[in-house]
C-alpha cells in the first residue's frame, strides 16, 4: 500500500489530498476518522493521526470538535496552489533531465507534449 | 502522557552469557512498540523481565509504574503468552477460553470466538498436539482477548502463513483503535510489522542500537545510489553504515539526514538518493538478517510494502 519513498504519514497525507483534489471529498465533507483511515491502510492510528494533523496544519481540513474531521472551504484551491508550486520540481525537471540524456531537445520535446495533448 | 515501561540500565546475565548488557528504555502508554533484533539478542529476556517472570541482574524494571516481579497489579494488567507456553495434556481450546476470563479483567469472549473462527483454531485437538501455526493462533487469540492494558506479544507469528499474519495485524489495528493500550511485539518479519507500530527499539546482542519512533527512525539514515564513484563522492566523509557494489555500481546506507548541499551534488553528478526502510536500517546497524543478495544494488525501491 506504501512504499518507502517518504514517512507512511506522509505518504497518507498525500493520499487523502488526491483525493480531495480529485473531488473523492467535497468541501465541507467529512472524512474518514483516525481510527477508519488505520484500519482501512493497515497502520498505527498514531500514524494516520499525524497524516489529519499534517492537513489540518495546511489547512486542508478542519476540525468539528466532538463530531470529526472535514474538508475545508477552499481546501481545492489550495492544493491546485500547492501542487502548481512544486510541479516544474516534481515533473518538469525529471523530464527535461530523461530527454536530454536521450539526446531529446527542447523543440522535440515541445513536439512531443504537444502530440500527447491533443491525442 | 505516562509511561508504560521504563527499563533502566538493566544487565541480565545466565551464568557466563550475557542476554542483556545496560538496556534502557521507555514506551509510552497506549503506544504499539515493536522491539527488532537477530535471535540472540536479548528480545525475549527484556520482555520476560518487563513482564515480571524474571529479575534483573542489575538495575532497575517499572511495568506500569511498579516492580513487576510478583506484583499483583501488574500481572493482573499484563497477558504475555510466551513461546513455549505450557499446557495441561488434554486441554483443548475451550479449556483455555474458560480459564482465561479468571486472569483478564477485561476479557472479551465475543473477541476470542471471532478470532478463534478466524484463524481457523482447531476445537478437538488437544493444545499439545497442535502444529506450530496452530499454536501461535491460541497465543494470539489469548493475547488480544485478553485486552490486558499491557499486552506483549514475543514472536506471535512463527509458523503461520501469509493469510493468518495479516488477519493477526488486521484485528490487532482495529481493536487497538477501539481498546487502546500498550503493546509490545517482538519481531523478525520488519517489513510487515512496520507499519503497524509508533515506537521500535532495536536490540544488538544485548545493548539497545536504535530507539525511536518509526518515521525518526527511518528519517535517520539515507540511501545513494549510482556510479561508484560519483555516489563515493557525494557521501564524502560522511559515516557509511552499508555498502553494497555491483560491478561499477554503488549503493551506499549513510547515517542522518541529507542536507541540501548533498541533494544539489546528488542531482549534478546523477546519483539518486533515496530514504531506508526499516528494514533496511536495521540490517545497516547489523541487527538484522542480512536481507541484499551479495553484490545486488539496495534501490530506494526494493522491498516496498504492496
Known amino acids: 500500500m506504501f512504499d518507502e519513498g517518504s514517512p507512511i504519514f506522509q505518504q497518507l497525507a498525500d ?4 483525493d480531495v483534489l480529485a473531488g473523492a471529498y467535497a468541501e465541507e465533507q467529512q472524512v474518514a476518522s483516525t481510527n477508519e483511515f488505520a484500519a482501512f491502510y493497515r497502520i498505527n492510528p498514531a500514524t494516520a493521526g499525524k497524516a489529519v494533523n499534517l492537513l489540518v496544519d495546511r489547512g486542508v481540513l478542519y476540525k468539528r470538535r466532538g463530531i470529526g474531521m472535514f474538508v475545508a472551504p477552499g481546501a481545492r484551491d489550495l492544493l491546485v496552489e500547492q501542487r502548481r508550486a512544486r510541479f516544474a520540481e516534481q515533473y518538469v525537471r525529471p523530464l527535461v533531465r530523461e530527454a536530454a540524456a536521450l539526446g531529446i531537445d527542447a523543440a522535440a520535446l515541445t513536439r512531443m507534449i504537444e502530440q500527447e495533448d491533443q491525442s | 502522557m505516562s509511561t508504560a515501561v521504563e527499563v533502566t540500565g538493566v544487565h541480565r546475565t545466565y551464568g557466563s552469557t550475557t542476554a542483556l548488557a545496560g538496556v534502557s528504555t521507555t514506551v509510552r502508554e497506549g503506544s504499539i512498540c515493536g522491539l527488532l533484533g537477530r535471535n540472540g539478542a536479548g528480545k525475549t529476556t527484556l520482555l520476560s523481565l518487563v513482564a515480571g517472570q524474571e529479575r534483573p541482574s542489575s538495575g532497575t524494571v517499572r511495568t506500569l509504574g511498579h516492580d513487576p516481579v510478583e506484583s499483583v497489579e501488574v500481572l493482573s494488567r499484563t497477558s504475555f503468552v510466551r513461546d513455549s507456553q505450557r499446557w495441561p495434556d ?10 482465561a476470563p479468571a486472569f483478564h479483567a477485561g476479557w472479551d469472549a ?9 484463524l481457523r483454531v482447531p476445537t478437538r485437538t488437544p493444545i499439545k498436539k497442535m502444529s506450530r501455526g496452530q499454536a501461535s493462533s491460541v497465543a494470539i487469540v489469548l493475547g488480544l482477548a485478553s485486552r ?4 506483549i506479544f514475543d514472536e506471535p507469528y512463527l509458523g503461520l502463513d501469509a493469510t493468518a499474519r495479516q488477519i493477526f495485524y488486521d484485528r490487532l489495528l482495529a481493536d487497538y483503535a477501539e481498546h487502546p493500550r500498550t503493546v509490545l511485539l517482538s519481531t523478525h518479519l520488519v517489513d510487515e510489522s512496520e507499519s503497524l507500530l509508533e515506537q521500535v527499539v532495536v536490540l544488538d546482542e544485548g545493548r539497545v542500537v536504535l530507539d525511536a519512533d518509526v518515521d525518526t527512525a527511518r528519517a535517520s539514515a539515507w540511501t545513494a545510489a549510482g556510479a561508484a564513484g560519483a555516489v563515493d563522492r557525494v557521501v564524502g566523509s560522511r559515516r557509511v553504515l552499508a555498502r553494497h557494489a555491483l560491478g561499477g555500481l554503488a549503493s551506499v546506507t549513510v547515517d542522518g539526514a541529507p542536507d541540501e548541499a548533498v541533494r544539489r551534488e546528488a542531482r549534478a553528478a546523477g546519483v539518486e538518493l533515496g530514504s531506508v526502510s526499516l528494514q533496511q536500517l536495521v540490517a545497516a546497524l547489523g541487527a538484522g538478517a542480512p536481507t541484499v543478495d551479495a553484490g545486488a544494488p539496495a534501490t530506494a525501491d526494493e522491498g516496498a510494502l504492496s
Open chain 1, 15 to 18: 493520499r487523502i489530498a488526491d
Open chain 2, 90 to 99: 488434554d486441554f483443548r481450546i475451550a479449556h483455555v477460553l474458560s480459564v
Open chain 2, 110 to 118: 465475543g473477541l476470542a470466538r471471532d478470532l478463534v473462527a478466524d
Open chain 2, 148 to 151: 490486558a492494558p499491557l499486552t
